[in-house]
């Protein structure tokens, strides 16, 4: 299933746990992903982030324990706290074919 998120914060565990969830959108409106916000989502394979100028920042373990994460995908500027565990990939830049 695939999630919309548009929201100035995504607060601390707010979609933690959720198996339903395979593909995740960040609209610009987003400043923050607070710590394990996405925690345990173990289906979630892919986040894009949509452009902005404005910089975002991700918090620690905001991703942790999610086992099928391969790709971060965005163009804006982004600021993590921590290292974020995603086994193949984070993309900057346009993305194929647009």
Sequence with gaps: MKEVVSKPTIHSREFAGRE???TLLIT??????ECK???DCPNLASVVIEDSNERISIEFDAFKGCKSLVMLETQR???FFCDVNIKRRIHYGKRKGT
């Design 20 to 22: 339903d969830i395979t």
């Design 28 to 33: 610009a409106e987003c400043k923050k992903i």
């Design 37 to 39: 916000a996405f925690c």
């Design 77 to 79: 500027p982004v600021y």
